[in-house]
């Protein structure tokens, strides 16, 4: 709930409940949909436990963790 919360927020939880799509590679929205995501990516593996974070930081998209 919190990290919910948080992500809300700072207009990021679109990135996580799926409505916010992954762009065609040549999507001219591609690297700022990119660079989002690597934001929320990097938020969710500080926010995690240690141990949780070691089995998801390979996962590429934030939807997919």
């Known amino acids: ?3 919910r919360r948080v992500l809300a ?3 990021k ?3 996580v409940d799926g409505s916010i ?3 065609d590679e040549d999507d001219l929205n591609r690297l700022a949909w990119e660079r989002c995501n690597n934001l ?3 938020w969710i593996i500080n926010y995690i ?3 949780i974070a070691q089995s998801v ?3 590429e998209n934030a939807i997919d963790m």
Request: charged share 15%.
């Open 13 to 15: 939880y679109r990135f």
């Open 9 to 11: 927020m700072k207009n």
């Open 40 to 42: 929320v990516h990097t």
């Open 21 to 23: 799509p992954i762009p």
């Open 57 to 59: 930081v390979f996962i």
């Open 49 to 51: 436990a240690p141990s």
């Open 1 to 3: 709930m919190k990290m």
